[in-house]
């Protein structure tokens, strides 16, 4: 198939969110914030299906998914958080304290989230990777408290991946509810359930444009938009494996994209057959070849330098590096999500099991936003201790400011303490 050959579908991807969308979110939130329970659960039985029940999981039901998932099941998923635990333990941050002259002494103290609350989508499929992702950097934060929100359908059944995956987090608190719903019940807490300090996982655009609404409520870890990836190739790059990363990204959804960034004209047409012929064995081969046809793009550029700036402009959710000397090229990347390097490490990999993160910045928000990690379930607070003689060598400078500024208690507050 013949690929886009520029960018401008892809950078008009990025729309507002849709009025109707924000109309629905905003009165399905304030009627759970006037009416608690009964409202989450009307809203669940209209949108999901749920018919009523139990709201929590389980210990059971929890023990029977780990009985039918098998034992090999149960081995991916640990060793899964083992290489995720790996890489997320170096980000754990200290307190730390300095001391000064004349017994000055100053400092930071790092906190974890007491309570955080963790959206797994439960539409057409059961993402326990995404469970993983958020829970491990949660738990290696400290945080304390973690509830699992998950939409289920009538037979109010989480799906055995799910409780698993929860299950080797050392997570059992797991709510039946989804949607924008259960955005509403983690900021505004319902009967039973106190308010929650943070949210976080990827949703559908309704439960997107919910964390965007109740944020100031609580924290959220970002707004996610459709997957994304750019492959940066130069003629050495093999077009088979850049056709299947492409479509890897392209079968999340139809607005998802795939873009690829080349120094060869005849990389571009050996991929573009490739995609064809892949295309022809693949389940969800119609969702790949709409979102290809749409937002998918192959741009040839006369260096690597240049698709190197290219790829910073796009920032890009995924980036791969499939050229000589990968490892030689990272200096050149400025704003990119997660970053595969060379022709053997595929973005399937970091989504399961390299260790890093897949909860990323979409939509060029990654020349300001980070990969999800231990950070994003901490707090900061900062500290000062300092002696009257300390405060006295200050005070003048103080006093000074404060008046220059106009803010005539501030200056007393400092002059009361130094009155006969």
């Known amino acids: 198939m013949r690929l886009n050959r520029d960018l401008a579908p892809v950078k008009g991807r990025k729309a507002e969110v849709d009025e109707n969308v924000a109309k629905t979110v905003r009165a399905i939130l304030a009627d759970v914030k006037a009416n608690g329970e009964s409202a989450a659960r009307k809203h669940a039985k209209e949108l999901d299906g749920f018919t009523g029940g139990n709201l929590f999981v389980t210990p059971e039901e929890i023990e029977d998914a780990i009985q039918r998932v098998g034992d090999d099941f149960m081995r991916i998923l640990k060793r899964a958080i083992a290489q995720i635990t790996e890489y997320h333990a170096n980000q754990i941050e200290k307190s730390w304290v300095m001391l000064k002259a004349g017994g000055v002494v100053m400092g930071?103290?790092?906190?974890?989230?007491?309570?955080?609350?963790?959206?797994?989508?439960?539409?057409?499929?059961?993402?326990?990777?995404?469970?993983?992702?958020?829970?491990?950097?949660?738990?290696?934060?400290?945080?304390?408290?973690?509830?699992?929100?998950?939409?289920?359908?009538?037979?109010?059944?989480?799906?055995?991946?799910?409780?698993?995956?929860a299950a080797c987090c050392g997570i059992d608190s797991i709510c039946k509810i989804g949607g924008v719903q259960a955005v509403g019940i983690a900021a505004y807490g319902i009967e039973g359930i106190p308010k929650f300090d943070k949210i976080a996982g990827p949703g559908n655009a309704y439960v997107a444009a919910a964390k965007r609404a109740v944020y100031g409520e609580l924290d959220i870890d970002m707004v996610a938009g459709p997957s994304e990836v750019l492959i940066i190739a130069d003629e050495t790059a093999n077009p088979k494996y850049i056709a299947a990363d492409m479509m890897s990204q392209a079968e999340h959804d139809k607005m998802a994209s795939a873009m690829l960034v080349a120094t060869s004209e005849k990389t571009i047409v050996e991929t573009e057959k490739e995609l064809e012929r892949q295309l022809a064995y693949l389940k969800r081969g119609d969702i790949?070849?709409?979102?290809?046809?749409?937002?998918?793009?192959?741009?040839?550029t006369g260096s690597l330098e240049e698709a190197f700036e290219i790829a910073n402009g796009i920032a890009p959710e995924h980036l791969e590096i499939l050229t000589q000397n990968p490892l030689e090229k990272l200096p050149l990347v400025q704003n990119a999500g997660s970053i595969f390097l060379g022709e053997n490490t595929p973005e399937p990999l970091g989504d399961y099991m390299s260790g890093t993160n897949h909860v990323l910045p979409t939509g060029g928000t990654a020349k300001f936003y980070s990969p999800l990690g231990v950070h994003d379930f901490v707090k900061h607070s900062a500290y000062s201790y300092y002696p009257r003689e300390a405060l006295a060598e200050f005070k003048d400078d103080v006093v000074k400011f404060a008046e220059l500024e106009g803010l005539d208690a501030h200056a007393n507050s400092i002059k009361v303490r130094f009155e006969p």
Request: aromatic share 6%; charged share 15%; net charge positive.
């Open 108 to 165: 930071q103290m790092t906190r974890p989230l007491s309570r955080v609350a963790l959206y797994v989508p439960g539409g057409t499929a059961a993402y326990p990777s995404t469970l993983l992702m958020n829970a491990v950097p949660a738990r290696l934060a400290g945080v304390n408290e973690i509830m699992v929100f998950t939409p289920v359908k009538g037979g109010g059944k989480v799906p055995d991946v799910i409780l698993a995956a």
């Open 288 to 300: 790949i070849r709409e979102s290809l046809a749409n937002f998918g793009a192959a741009v040839l």
